[in-house]
Each structure stands twice: as C-alpha cells, then as structure tokens.
C-alpha cells in the first residue's frame, strides 16, 4: 500500500496511528482484525519495522546502531544487514570499521550514509509490517537503486506500508491511496487510478512529468530539452539532522591554519577539560562578581557575625555555667544579664544568618546568570567543526552551563580525583538521556525502551560506584575529624583537670576554653563537610572559564576583515586540499579547483559522500581547507569579515532548521532588523507557504514546537525557503531545497527560487539529477575532484560518462 499526497495531507500521520505514537480521538486503527489498543504495545512495534525521513541514530559506534534492531545479533548478521542496505561498502573504508562512533544524532556521517544505516537496522529487524517513509531519499542513484532492491525482497510476504510521490516506489504496489486534506480521495492500483485523466492520482502524475523528459532525453541527447522544475512527489520530512550534507560531519581537533593563528595558548585550549587550567580561577569569579561588590561585602559581615556567635557563646557559656556557683541574690541579677546577652546573641543570629543567606544568594544568582550568559555567547560563536567534537556535545555542554557553585588538604584533593571522573561519567549519562528524548520515535518503533534504560542504568551505575568510593573516602575524612574533635575533648579535660589541680587555673576558665573550642569545632567540621562541593565547584569553574577563554578559531564575533562594497558572486576553489582530522587518512578534496561565475548556477551532482556538501561548508566557513584558496569576487574568504560573508549568502538545506518559535518569528530570523507584516507575507506567499499558514488557527502566530515538530516536512521546508528569501542574499546555497515537497508545491517554490536565483550565484547540491538540469553549469563530483563539467545536453553526450551513467540509473530505477 501507497500513500500519495501533498504536503500536510497526513501521509505520514497514518504510520504515527500504526505505530500508536498517538491514538486516533474516534475509529479504530485494525491489525488482523483486531484494535492496536487492545494489543501489547511492544508486540506492535516488534513486528513492526521503521525506515523513516529523519534517521536517528544514536551517539554510539555503527554496530551499536544497527544492532538497536535486534538485541542478540551476531556480527555477521549485522554485517549481512549493512550489504543489503548498501553501507558495508563505506563502512569498511572507515578507520574504526563497524566500531565507528557516528557522533551526536549520526553528524559525522553524511545524509545518505546515516540513511543506508538505519535501513540496515530495519533490515536486521526482519519485520512483519513494513513502514517506508521515503526510506531511500537520501541516497544517490546508484545506491537508491541498490538499496531499493533490498527493500523490495525485504516486502516479500510483508504488509508493507509506503509514504511517497515517486513513481519508482510507489507504481508497482498492490494499491496507491491518495490522501488530501486527511481523507481518501482515490484508491487503486497505478494502472486503474491513471486511466481517470482528471483524478486526483492523474494530476499528481502530470506534475511528474520530467521524469519521462529525462528518459526520452537519455535516448536522444539531441532533443530540446523542456525542463520542467517540478521532478518528484516524494513528501521528504527532511533527510538528515544536519542542514549541511557531508559538512559538519566529522571530529574536529586540529584543523590546520596558516600563518600564526596557533598560538601556544591556543593549542593548549584544544585540551580537554581540565587540562587547560592547572589553578582553579577563583579570582576571576571574583572579578566577574564585582558588580555585586556591595552584596558580597554586607555579606561577608553578616557571615562573620553568624561565625562568631557560636564561638561567642563557648566563651558566655562559662560565665552562665558560673553563675549557677553564686549566692541566690547575685545569681538573680547575673541569670538577668545572661538571659539578656542570649537574646541580644539569639536576635543577631536571626538577622545575620537570613542576611548572610540571601546577599550572597544574589550575588551568586548574578553571577551563575552571568558566568551562564558569557559562556553561550561564546559556545554559538565557536566554529562548527567544535561541536562535532564529542566533548563538546550537548550532554557535555549542558553539565558545562549547570554551575555548580576546609576539611583537610588531603581530604580535597582525594576529592579531586573523584570529581573528575564523576564529570565524565554524567556527561556520559547525560548524553544517553539526550539521545533517548530528542530520538524518541525511533526508541519507541523499534521497542528499544529497556534497551536505553539499560544502558543509562550503565552510566549511572557507574557513577553510583563512584559515589560509592566518594562517600567512603569523605566518611573516613569526616569520622577522623571527629576522632580529632573527641581527642581534642579529651585533651582539653585532662589539661584543664591538671592545671585546676596544681591552681594554675580556675573551672570557668576551663569551661570557656572548652566551649570555645567544641563550639568552634563544630564550625570547622560544618565547613569541612563542603569540602566535595568546593571541589565540584573549582572544576566546574575550570570547565566554564575554558568555554570563555576559547577563542573560536573561526569566530562569527570578530569585526576584523574585510567587507566589498559591492558582491557581484564569483566564486573560485583553487587548488584546495581538506581532509577532516578525524579522518586523517581519508583525503576529501586533493588540488580541488571549481570556478563558480557570478549571477550563474552551478549545480553539483555524484555519489553519497563525494564532497558536494563539504564545498558549500567551506564556502560558509564552517571549516577551513587545508591548503589551497577560496574566494569570492577575487578576494580570500579568510580575508574577509565571516559575519558579513555568511550575510551574503542564504543556505536551504536538506533538514529544515526550525527553532521553538512561531512561524514569523522563523522567517524573520533570515533578515537583520525588523521585517514589516508584509515583507514576511510576500516571502511566505513566494515560497508557497502563505496558504497553509493562515489556514492555520494562529496564523503566523504559530508555534512551530521543536525542531518545528508540529509541521510537516513539506511545511517545515518552505517556512525555512522563506526565511532564505527574506534575506536576499547574493549567494544562493540549496542543498536538496526542494526534497520535501509535494509536486505542486515543489513546482511553486522551485518556480519562486528560479526569480530569486536570476540575479544571484547559485550553488545547487542535489542526488535527484532532474532537478538541475537547468542549471548554466553543472559539475560532477567524483572522489573530491571535479571529473566532468558542462551543461547538461554536453555531458550527455559524453560517451560512458559519469554524468550520463547517473542519469541512466536513475531513469531506470524509475
């Protein structure tokens, strides 16, 4: 069974029913005649296996993900599972082969690489209902069709269940319903639902017509060709996590500058936490809690009022002790006075203690706001290739932000060690934690609920041991504190007894050293029980200030470089080699030259992991080559100003970016300034988007919820292409910009980005080869070199060329 539809019909709502991620309000979602409701939930999803639009995959080795699909696998089996899914092949050319860590949501692996895995988990499954949400929409031709054929033995003797527009997946299955606005509008086989010529189906295909542009045009490169933007119905939401394709993909440690951008300090910053600062800034805490300079100091004096009154009392205490020794008349007036002096004592510590408390508690929120704030601005100002570093993930990063703000020597450094490993060891939790909510309906799909339970309950057991330890060695510390408090006791009655015997003293004296110390003592043992969250706090303080000393090696925040008066685009890659540290012997691009012309479309096409995507990050600066130039309009990128140069461009990439804010407030975030109502409506209606927005009970008032969840991927894609027109850049980036659209609406929005592309320099990075076939130029990437360059009619031509090989294989996947 197919699902076909326009974008926001509810195609991919009726596998959400079918895995009961939701529940319908009325009606009855039926397997074997029977309601889901009244079935075990992890039975439905046992025998149920996912390939959805969005892979997620999990911040753990290649194996570990597949095996998410059965718990006891072997390795063959997982090894059987990634050739049929097309991704042994790139998986055994990876250093670390199958143990390779994929990185936060899969980004050090391409789009087509994270898809080809997570099918291969599906495949490992062995399911008894299949669900494909266009399971194949990330991969090139040659592995779509290789993956596609996988597929199709794997819906042999299977219920099978495919959201899609492709004709290539949806032709040949038993029945194709047509869903609009949430209903059925047609239902049939392919050949039944196209003989009705205006039928919703029909429609459909007549928008698809490029398809067989393409092939007849295979067959006779010499014919005109009548391009026709519109080129797929697929309703992708999204293909990757990652808006870049191959950029961003891979750890960054080391990426090489030039000239004397490394400095001694700023390698010393690339150590791990902890590593970069030996001394715990105690001062530079004070410093950045000057400005509550006054509430420290009110507090400080209200600190060592409250200190001094326990010892204060020791002392009285001998006094009120001896006047229990006087005659009644003078113990009258003396238990007057006493009583008198607690009061003064009990009425100081009622003002001092709530004093004390809440000074320093505004001046420590001040500063945790501060310390809080200084840090984020410089986290979002680190370059890219930072975060693919898995120190720096978003469990790491949140255990940083979360500030945590004396017994013996000893006893702190014993706590030292401890507190090291229990920062490690959270984050490790803490990143698990992550994964599993931001990945939930993958957890859910494949039943893997204990499994992540499992494996937090591994951290955290891991950091229960810690504790364990922790606690053993503070309770040795704090029983021999008390050990020392007693033999002090002892001490102080046996002098005291000595010298009352030989007269040198008298008892009230005795009694007042006693009190004095036992009352103090009490204060020093209440101190030394902070003595874990002093360590704790001069870690966390090591971890924040080596955020805020880190100077981004490609920093958004500089206003040093350069800004062109006037950007007319051309672009020039001259001999530019890159490879990603992580990886450092895998060359991605060797002598790498591409000469993009102003106001022209240069459309870059090849296989899954070619480098496409890794030009268009080195355009935007994510990363730095190393070696070679990059310019445009003839100047270095390097020499000029990166917030300015990133101004000059508008990226749409294959994951529509949304952030947990209304829909204008989306779109705005493409233009500096205030955008007026209708600037926002004309960019809206440009790119399709205005009608389903104000369909909407809120308008462009919208929450678009997280990551824009309560879109769909057709609708998350437009709202980001508005958002790039909005910005009117002078250089145009799409990175499969079209892929989750409908066919109309891709015809609409691809119709609006051909206005907007007249007068820019545009880069299109695309697997689905119709799409750029109007294109000026289009250059073909084939293991980090450009091995064919031309227009389309000249490279078809082009007898067993790599350009009309690929067109080949997709007309006849199709």
């Known amino acids: 069974m197919a699902i076909v539809g326009e974008s926001g019909s509810g195609k991919s709502t009726v596998i959400s029913l079918v895995e009961r991620f939701y529940d319908p309000q009325t009606g009855e979602v039926l397997i074997n005649g029977v309601n889901i409701k009244n079935l075990s939930l992890d039975w439905i999803r046992g025998n149920i296996g996912l390939v959805s639009q969005e892979p997620?995959?999990?911040?753990?080795?290649?194996?570990?993900?597949?095996?998410?699909?059965?718990?006891?696998?072997?390795?063959?089996?997982?090894?059987?599972?990634?050739?049929?899914?097309?991704?042994?092949?790139?998986?055994?050319?990876?250093?670390?082969?199958?143990?390779?860590?994929?990185?936060?949501?899969?980004?050090?692996?391409?789009?087509?690489?994270?898809?080809?895995?997570?099918?291969?988990?599906?495949?490992?499954?062995?399911?008894?209902?299949?669900?494909?949400?266009?399971?194949?929409?990330?991969?090139?031709?040659?592995?779509?069709?290789?993956?596609?054929?996988?597929?199709?033995?794997?819906?042999?003797e299977r219920t099978t269940l495919i959201v899609a527009h492709r004709l290539s997946t949806v032709r040949n299955v038993d029945c194709i319903t047509v869903v609009h606005q949430g209903k059925i509008v047609e239902q049939g086989p392919h050949q039944?639902?196209?003989?009705?010529?205006?039928?919703?189906?029909?429609?459909?295909?007549?928008?698809?017509?490029?398809?067989g542009n393409e092939r007849r045009k295979i067959q006779d490169p010499g014919v005109p060709n009548s391009i026709s933007k519109s080129t797929t119905l697929s309703i992708r939401r999204s293909v990757t996590k990652d808006s870049f394709g191959d950029s961003n993909r891979y750890s960054f440690r080391s990426v090489e500058l030039h000239g004397d951008e490394i400095t001694g300090e700023q390698n010393k910053e690339d150590l791990p936490d902890g590593k970069t600062l030996q001394k715990a800034p105690i001062g530079r805490l004070f410093y950045l809690n000057k400005p509550e300079a006054p509430f420290l100091l009110l507090g400080v004096i209200a600190?060592?009022?409250?200190?001094?009154?326990?010892?204060?009392?020791?002392?009285?205490?001998?006094?009120?002790?001896?006047?229990?020794?006087?005659?009644?008349?003078?113990?009258?007036?003396?238990?007057?006075?006493?009583?008198?002096?607690?009061?003064?004592?009990?009425?100081?510590?009622?003002?001092?203690?709530?004093a004390e408390y809440l000074l320093f508690g505004i001046a420590g929120g001040k500063l945790i706001e501060r310390v809080r704030t200084l840090s984020f601005q410089n986290i979002v100002h680190q370059e890219i290739a930072w975060f693919d570093n898995p120190s720096n993930s978003s469990g790491a990063l949140g255990t940083r932000l979360s500030v945590v703000g004396?017994?013996?020597?000893?006893?702190?450094?014993?706590?030292?060690?401890?507190?090291?490993?229990?920062?490690?060891?959270?984050?490790?939790?803490?990143?698990?934690?992550?994964?599993?909510?931001?990945?939930?309906?993958?957890?859910?799909?494949?039943?893997?609920?204990?499994?992540?339970?499992?494996?937090?309950?591994?951290?955290c057991e891991a950091l229960r041991k810690q504790g364990i330890r922790t606690g053993i060695v503070g309770g040795l510390g704090f029983g021999f504190s008390l050990l020392v408090l007693y033999l002090t006791y002892a001490l102080c009655f046996y002098v005291g007894?000595?010298?009352?015997?030989?007269?040198?003293?008298?008892?009230?004296d005795v009694f007042k050293v006693f009190f004095a110390l036992v009352l103090a003592a009490v204060g020093v043992s209440q101190a030394s029980a902070l003595a874990s969250n002093a360590t704790k706090a001069r870690h966390s303080a090591i971890s924040v200030f080596s955020i805020l000393d880190r100077k981004s090696k490609i920093d958004t925040s500089s206003d040093e470089g350069l800004m062109l008066a006037n950007v007319t685009g051309d672009i020039d890659f001259?001999?530019?080699?890159?490879?990603?540290?992580?990886?450092?012997?895998?060359?991605?691009?060797?002598?790498?030259?591409?000469?993009?012309?102003?106001?022209?479309?240069?459309?870059?096409?090849?296989?899954?992991?070619?480098?496409?995507?890794?030009?268009?990050?080195l355009l935007e600066r994510f990363y730095d080559p190393d070696s070679g130039r990059i310019s445009v309009d003839g100047v270095q990128i390097k020499s000029l100003r990166i917030s300015w140069l990133r101004d000059q461009m508008g990226l749409v990439g294959q994951e529509p970016v949304l952030f947990n804010d209304t829909i204008r407030a989306n779109i705005t975030y493409g233009k500096h300034g205030e955008a007026t109502e209708e600037q926002v409506t004309v960019v809206a209606k440009a790119a399709n988007a205005h009608e389903f927005i104000s369909s909407l009970p809120q308008g462009y008032d919208t929450p678009v919820g997280e990551k824009g969840v309560q879109l769909s991927g057709g609708q998350k894609q437009r709202v980001a292409i508005a958002r790039a027109i909005i910005k009117d850049p002078k250089i145009l980036l799409l990175d499969e910009a079209t892929s989750s659209l409908d066919a109309e609406s891709e015809r609409i929005v691809q119709d609006a980005l051909d206005r907007v592309m007249v007068s820019k320099t545009t880069i299109v990075v695309a697997h689905r080869l119709s799409t750029i076939?109007?294109?000026?130029?289009?250059?073909?990437?084939?293991?980090?070199?450009?091995?064919?360059?031309?227009?389309?009619?000249?490279?078809m031509r082009i007898k067993d060329g790599v350009y009309a090989s690929l067109i080949e294989l997709r007309s006849n996947s199709e």
């Not at 039944?192 to 398809?211: C, F, M, W």
């Not at 006893?411 to 698990?432: C, I, L, N, P, R």
Request: hydrophobic fraction near 45%; charge should be positive; include cysteine.
């Open 56 to 156: 997620s995959l999990f911040m753990t080795s290649i194996k570990d993900n597949i095996i998410y699909g059965k718990e006891d696998a072997t390795l063959e089996e997982i090894k059987r599972a990634a050739e049929l899914a097309n991704a042994a092949s790139f998986i055994d050319r990876l250093p670390n082969g199958y143990n390779t860590l994929v990185g936060q949501h899969g980004t050090l692996l391409s789009g087509g690489q994270k898809q080809r895995i997570a099918i291969a988990r599906a495949i490992l499954k062995d399911p008894k209902i299949l669900l494909l949400d266009e399971a194949t929409s990330a991969l090139d031709v040659e592995s779509e069709r290789i993956v596609q054929e996988a597929l199709n033995r794997m819906m042999v």
């Open 192 to 211: 039944a639902l196209v003989k009705d010529p205006n039928g919703a189906y029909s429609q459909l295909i007549r928008l698809q017509e490029t398809h």
């Open 303 to 354: 600190a060592s009022v409250h200190g001094i009154i326990f010892p204060l009392f020791g002392i009285l205490m001998s006094g009120i002790i001896k006047s229990f020794f006087e005659p009644p008349d003078k113990l009258r007036k003396d238990s007057s006075f006493w009583a008198l002096i607690a009061v003064v004592l009990g009425v100081a510590a009622f003002i001092a203690i709530p």
């Open 406 to 459: 004396a017994q013996g020597y000893a006893q702190v450094k014993f706590f030292k060690g401890f507190s090291e490993e229990a920062k490690e060891m959270y984050e490790d939790a803490s990143q698990v934690a992550t994964d599993a909510v931001s990945s939930i309906r993958t957890i859910a799909s494949f039943c893997a609920e204990k499994r992540v339970v499992t494996t937090y309950n591994k951290k």
């Open 497 to 508: 007894a000595k010298f009352v015997r030989q007269g040198k003293t008298t008892f009230a």
């Open 574 to 617: 001259s001999n530019v080699s890159f490879m990603y540290p992580s990886r450092p012997d895998v060359q991605i691009f060797s002598d790498f030259t591409l000469h993009i012309p102003s106001r022209k479309t240069m459309a870059l096409v090849g296989e899954s992991g070619s480098g496409k995507s890794t030009i268009i990050a």
């Open 773 to 795: 076939k109007g294109a000026d130029m289009i250059a073909v990437i084939k293991e980090g070199k450009v091995a064919e360059k031309g227009k389309h009619e000249a490279l």
